[in-house]
């Protein structure tokens, strides 16, 4: 089994900034990929950043410029700057992972942690 575990959310005023980290743990022979995504009140999931054991990165446009994902080893943060009120939302991490050399990759979640931007 893989574990995957986040930590960095918090109540943050606009123009702030937080880093978010998620840490994988578990049976894990390589990792594909590694992102963040995440779902405000009312809305759907959304991609906010990827990036690839390669290093090649992928942002929303709406975060373009404030954010900045990175990774060493089986951790990815998220650097967060220029926070605005509507980044508010649960973030999840998402990693694609193979368990062993000759498994499938599969998808796995973190549990969400809470980003409020607000004054």
């Known amino acids: 089994q893989v574990q995957l575990v986040e930590s960095g959310g918090d109540l943050v005023q606009p123009g702030g900034s937080l880093r978010l980290s998620c840490a994988a743990s578990?049976?894990?022979?390589?990792?594909?990929?590694m992102g963040w995504y995440r779902q405000a009140a009312g809305k759907q999931r959304e991609l906010v950043a990827v990036i690839t054991t390669g290093g090649s990165t992928n942002y929303a446009d709406s975060v373009k410029g404030r954010f900045t994902i990175s990774n060493a080893e089986n951790t990815v943060y998220l650097q967060m700057n220029g926070l605005k009120p509507e980044d508010t939302a649960v973030y999840y991490c998402?990693?694609?992972?193979?368990?062993?050399?000759?498994?499938?990759?599969?998808?796995?979640w973190g549990q969400g942690t809470q980003v409020t931007v607000s004054s």
């Open positions: 578990g049976s894990i022979f390589s990792i594909n990929l």
């Open positions: 998402n990693a694609r992972i193979k368990s062993w050399a000759w498994g499938p990759v599969d998808d796995y």
